[in-house]
């Protein structure tokens, strides 16, 4: 019989393929596996809605009709809006909501034939880097349940690398996929800014948040990414005209012939962030057990055909100040919306209607959230709007000009996610800053809208993970996707699992 949890996406995929096994057992597996709720990773179940599900999926199968990831289950974070479960983006705002429709990706996913095994834990409204904001309680890292696994999407990363689910769906606003990915040693992408549809996504930012696919394998990713991303015009105004596209055509692409010219990958390594020389790294703000993953990680590359040196990222240095004033505007605007009259939560009692505005949005909303929105209104405020948000505008065009330099002498960015693995939970809890500083490597590409993963490269202290973010330029997630799937190819460390694991 085999171990369904240790099977990735495509092995799942083939067994259901090959008819060795049923949509409806595998469903059935994996659902047992989450009693308890593991490490607070979901927030929604619903065995009757994923049996259904894996049912039809096994009636597709059996006629020859079905989608490329018929009958594999994945779990969605809890910002996606779905029909048969209840949505609440981690907030008590949103306690009981249960949407109308599906979001584009989930709807898109499950056409490609996915069975969904519920909803995941997530930082309230997406906002943390350590899945401690949730209304619903802190999701534990299945390594160490005394870390945090990263945030946003911690549920999403945690449940990954647990085995509770092959695939979860992740969004990254400022660097939510690839830093739990990072924390939790499984893979995790970002694509381009409007390859993925953000209709139905609780939104955060808009001109930020982006869907991505979270599973433990390159190849895992790029089957999640293929069937996951295509225009949605008609309904998200930020969706790329772009089409459709396999994303694993180029997996099996040695490196040596991968770059944009078809001669070795060049791989940039920014000075700003850590200093390569002589084959190796120092950094002075990243702990030497990131510094040495890294180091060790980019010279198998090397030993696989790339070439790497040092590049400039001069204007990335100011991304944590730009992000943090166009992100929090953003989300004051966005939020404006949960005032007790439509939907989600309302304060029982109250005098008049602006009364129940300010009784529903202090019960509804937690003290992160309330932080951004307070800091959101006073960017955009009168006499500050200029002064700030105008001027992160313009910084962050800078940011993404800077970019476009360096992919002229490199075809692919790396460096840390983080500048630590995973911390304690609590250790940050009363300093909001220190988790905004945890964001230093991830911001610059966020701001940018370029495509950007995390790929696990080892163990660091403690015996927790370690990532190693890729950065490419827009549209080039087939390249980044190339580069972490040959490395996997050659080393073993996306195949690792907690002990913790089902």
Known sequence: MHDLHQLGVAELAALLKRKEVSAVEVATRFLAGLGGNPHNAFLDIDSEVSLAQAKASDEKIAKGTAGPLEGVPIAHKDVFVTKDLVTTAGSKILTGYRSPFDATVVRKLREAGMVTLGKLNCDEFAMGSSNENSAFGAVSNPWESSHVPGGSSGGSAAAVAARLTPAATGTDTGGSIRQPAAFCGITGIKPTYGRASRYGMVAFASSLDQAGPMARSAEDCALLLSAMCGPDLDRDSTSLEVAQEDFARDLRKPLAS??????????????????????????????????????????????????????????????????????????????????????????????????????????????????????????????????????????????????????????????????????????????????????????????????????????????????????????????????????????THHTQAPGAAA
């Not at 400039?312 to 991304?319: I, K, Q, T």
């Open 258 to 491: 991968a770059g944009k010219s078809g001669g070795p990958l060049r791989i940039g390594v920014p000075r700003e962030w850590v200093e390569w020389q002589n084959g190796g790294l120092r950094a002075n703000d990243v702990s030497t057990d990131v510094i040495a993953q890294i180091s060790t990680a980019l010279n198998q590359l090397m030993a696989l055909g790339a070439q790497v040196a040092p590049i400039g990222l001069a204007d990335a240095g100011y991304a944590i100040p730009v992000y943090y004033i166009v992100a929090c505007a953003e989300a004051s605007s966005n939020l404006s919306r949960f005032d007790g009259v439509k939907f989600g939560h309302r304060a029982a009692q109250y005098g008049d209607l602006l009364d129940m505005y300010q009784k529903t949005r202090s019960e509804g909303f937690g003290d992160e959230v309330k932080r951004r929105i307070m800091t959101g209104a006073y960017v955009l405020s009168h006499g500050y709007y200029d002064a700030y948000y105008l001027q992160a505008q313009k910084i962050r065009r800078m940011i993404a000009d800077d970019f476009q330099r360096a992919f002229a002498e490199c075809d692919v960015i790396a460096g840390p996610v983080a500048p630590t693995t995973a911390w304690k939970l609590g250790e940050k809890s009363d300093d909001p800053v220190a988790n905004y500083l945890a964001d230093i490597f991830t911001l610059p590409a966020s701001l940018a809208g370029l495509p950007c993963m995390s790929v696990p490269v080892g163990l660091g202290g403690g015996g927790m993970p370690v990532g190693m973010q890729l950065i490419g330029n827009y549209l080039d997630e087939a390249r980044l996707l190339n580069v972490a799937h040959q490395f996997q190819l050659h080393t």
